[in-house]
């Protein structure tokens, strides 16, 4: 199963805003805290990429064989300390190191949270392997574009997606979500990238 092809709704989006629904999906992840793009963030990074290698060789032996590798992030700030944090202004309102994040890669519902208990028993020379663990989560309502180019270009197109979420009656309801859809290296050009923003929302009351 290639799970980018399985669920190619899941993975699309274009550079217009708009409304869509996402049901509950699976990932294997790690939490972290502070700034994206520091040291232990790119770490985390690299060893979602290794694992989830690790993932598929072993799923590889059963009759459930999958393939992905498009890295997704989860961003939330704590409300108790922070406040309500809205869309446009998600990178901009608080100090991120204040950011909590949870680095995801999308896996089939049948993998299970021992399968990955497993394979981090058995690849402890992969960094962080005792941290990966099982999420499930279901979006509902999300408003989402596409932003291509530099991260840094996202405090520009997040007021978008805001606006089109005003003007629809939606109120930020949970976490900020990117689906990087292109592979990106510390170091490399960003003028390429490719990355699904997306939030859920519910209507304003």
Same mark, same amino acid.
């Given at each position: 199963m290639n799970i980018h092809e399985q669920y190619k709704d899941y993975f699309t989006a274009t550079e217009k805003p708009e409304a869509i629904e996402i049901g509950k999906a699976s990932y294997v992840s790690i939490i972290g805290e502070g700034s994206p793009g520091t040291t232990a963030f790119y770490e985390k990074k690299a060893a979602i990429k290794?694992?989830?290698?690790?993932?598929?060789?072993?799923?590889?032996?059963?009759?459930?064989?999958?393939?992905?590798?498009? &890295?997704?992030?989860?961003?939330?700030?704590?409300?108790?300390?922070?406040?309500?944090?809205?869309?446009?202004?998600?990178?901009?309102? &608080?100090?991120?190191?204040?950011?909590?994040?949870?680095?995801?890669?999308?896996?089939?519902?049948?993998?299970?949270?021992?399968a990955i208990a497993q394979t981090a028993r058995q690849r402890q020379d992969i960094a962080f392997a005792s941290g990966f663990e099982l999420f499930t989560y279901t979006a509902g309502t999300c408003v989402q574009l596409l932003h291509t180019g530099p991260f840094a270009g996202e405090l520009q197109t997040l007021p978008v997606l805001q606006?089109?979420?005003?003007?629809?009656?939606?109120?930020?309801?949970?976490?900020?979500?990117?689906?990087?859809?292109?592979?990106?290296? &510390?170091g490399e050009s960003q003028a390429h990238l490719q990355t699904i923003l997306r939030d859920p929302v519910a209507k304003q009351q």
């Open positions: 290794e694992f989830i290698i690790a993932l598929e060789k072993n799923s590889a032996l059963t009759d459930h064989a999958f393939t992905s590798r498009i &890295v997704e992030i989860f961003y939330w700030f704590d409300p108790e300390k922070v406040g309500f944090v809205d869309i446009g202004r998600f990178y901009t309102t &608080v100090n991120l190191d204040l950011l909590h994040y949870r680095i995801a890669i999308r896996i089939p519902d049948f993998v299970t949270n021992e606006r089109f979420a005003t003007d629809n009656g939606f109120k930020k309801s949970g976490m900020h979500h990117e689906i990087h859809l292109t592979n990106f290296e &510390v």
